[in-house]
């Protein structure tokens, strides 16, 4: 076995561990954020080894930096008790992710039986800044400057939502 | 290459740990009593010896080593265990991509002072600073006591606050440098520009030749100073040390997310924030100050001068010892800078912090990005 497999196998088994304590923990969700962490960074890992190291930096920053920050941050400024959320009340909800999860579960099964095509070679520069910055601005500045307005929209409507008095 | 790497990892660390955190925490207490004007640290000795109280950062680390360990009742253990760890691990690994040194080749081989040196190693250091908020925000949390969890709640706050700044705070360094790569960036600024260098490509007007000698090394210090000033701002309020002391506050929540902590698990915190200072000093070196480069006196003329009298081999190997002692100069240099502003300056509120992100860094650091864009714009094609 290399290095190379050996560790997606590590950061596999990682991202799936800490996926699973995020969601079986129904405790405490501080505990079950942290595992969200875990399994960000970990997936983050497997997208080094996929040579998308920009994804994985962003990866780290955008939702292992800011976002489960944000999540710790309102959980923790909550203080929620454990039995706010009691488990098995939700009837409806659970069926649909059980269908939902299903029907993942199929295609997973479809494409794992399904031939993989051949691997191509990595173009030169792959995941490289230039290249992603060269294929935001050119071929999708339009869904980037759209992002941005939405983005700003959001921006001025969470000022708006937040602010008692507007002057 | 394992071997390579493994040794610059240790030189890294020894330099680190074994030299810098200890006698900063000694620096620390002198400069301190300097400025107040007091005599500090003295009383340590060895068999009499007090070596102007050299020996404290011994004495505080075997203090700390032999306390016991103390976990408060009601906290969540593996968590209060775990978050020390978690703080100090990112402050270490974010050194792995600092160069400190240039390229150099021993015949024929290749020769890079930096561990590992990826095309995205600025952002790499941001992401794993943004792993350590959890160390901050974890110890507050587990420790079940309310100032903890002020401190912790404040931490998160601030950090995802001063990261937004941190990011827009070099964007104007990227674009001057062209890349994100540290060892590039300390690259390039082995050179110098004209002062008045503008004047020409923008106006046209032919510069007398004694002009040229007014010039500055292109260090990122002269092309971005209200980034430098911006980056330093936000790096010393990423490491939450006063004059941004806002998680631990000890006037106000007492000692915020570590108050629960004793022995070498407080001394951890301690540690990570000392290796901060250094990781910020050291960043800083590296993209605006130079990083191991001698100003005005470029790689190639060095060796090209030392060479023609002593042989190429001797003039690399001497080059790369000046380069890497330049480089831990400049590194102290922003050491004692961030001591004295950290015993001059008082401390913030809560709401200052958070206005000075928000309201000033913010939009000054947008603005840079454009007035630098602009700029560029204006002189392309020119040394600047």
């Known amino acids: 076995m290399t290095v190379p497999i050996f560790l997606f196998y590590a950061f596999a088994v990682i991202s799936i561990l800490g996926s699973l304590g995020m969601v079986l923990n129904t405790r405490n969700t501080v505990t079950s954020a942290m595992s969200l962490v875990v399994t960000m960074v970990a997936l983050a890992g497997i997208y080094v080894l996929l040579e998308a190291h920009i994804v994985a930096v962003f990866q780290i920053m955008v939702y292992g930096g800011a976002i489960v920050v944000l999540f710790l941050f309102v959980v923790m400024l909550l203080n929620l008790s454990t039995d706010e959320f009691r488990p098995g009340r939700q009837r409806l909800v659970k069926l649909g992710a059980m269908l939902l999860g299903l029907i993942v579960l199929a295609a997973l099964l479809r494409v794992l039986t399904t031939a993989l095509p051949a691997a191509q070679p990595i173009p030169e520069g792959f995941g490289g800044f230039a290249q992603v910055g060269i294929a935001l601005y050119t071929d999708y500045v339009l869904l980037v400057e759209m992002s941005g307005l939405l983005l700003l929209a959001a921006i001025v409507g969470a000022l708006i939502l937040s602010k008692r008095k507007i002057d | ?384």
Request: glycine share 10%; charged share 10%.
């Open chain 2, 1 to 384: 290459m394992l071997t390579e790497v493994l040794i610059k990892t240790l030189f890294i660390m020894a330099v680190i740990v074994g030299a810098f955190t200890p006698l900063i925490t000694w620096i620390e207490r002198k400069q301190s009593a300097m400025m107040q004007d007091r005599i500090g640290a003295n009383r340590a000795d060895i068999a009499g010896i007090r070596m102007i109280g050299l020996f404290h950062p011994l004495a505080d680390i075997l203090k700390l080593i032999t306390k016991e360990d103390v976990v408060p009742l009601g906290a969540n253990r593996a968590m209060h265990l775990l978050a020390p760890l978690i703080a100090v691990v990112p402050a270490l690994a974010a050194f792995a991509v600092i160069p400190f040194g240039g390229v150099y080749s021993f015949g024929g081989k290749e020769l890079s002072l930096v561990v590992a040196d990826p095309d995205w190693g600025l952002l790499y250091i941001f992401a794993i600073g943004s792993i350590a908020t959890y160390g901050t925000i974890m110890a507050g949390w587990s420790s079940n006591n309310n100032w903890s969890m002020l401190g912790g709640l404040r931490a998160s706050a601030q950090m995802i606050s001063y990261e937004v700044t941190l990011g827009l705070s070099v964007v104007g360094v990227f674009m001057v440098f062209h890349t994100l790569k540290l060892s590039d960036m300390a690259l390039a600024q082995d050179s110098s520009f004209r002062l008045l260098g503008f004047v020409e490509v923008l106006f046209g007007l032919p510069l007398p030749a004694w002009l040229d000698w007014l010039r500055l090394p292109s260090w990122g210090i002269f092309l971005q100073p209200l980034g430098f000033l911006m980056f330093l701002c936000t790096m010393m309020a990423e490491n939450k040390r006063p004059p941004f002391d806002i998680p631990e506050g000890e006037s106000e929540i007492i000692a915020g997310y570590h108050l629960e902590y004793s022995g070498m698990r407080f001394g951890l915190f301690f540690m990570s924030e000392f290796i901060g200072v250094v990781v910020i000093a050291g960043l800083v070196a590296t993209i605006f100050l130079g990083g191991w480069s001698i100003p005005f006196l470029p790689q190639e003329t060095i060796i090209g001068v030392i060479s023609s009298v002593y042989g190429t081999g001797f003039a690399t190997g001497l080059c790369l010892i000046l380069h890497v002692l330049t480089f831990f100069l400049k590194v102290i240099v922003m050491i004692w800078l961030q001591m004295a502003l950290r015993w001059t300056l008082p401390r913030f509120r809560y709401d200052q912090v958070m206005d000075l992100c928000w309201k000033v860094l913010l939009p000054l650091s947008i603005a840079n990005v454009f007035v630098t864009a602009l700029v560029m714009l204006l002189i392309q094609g020119g040394q600047a």
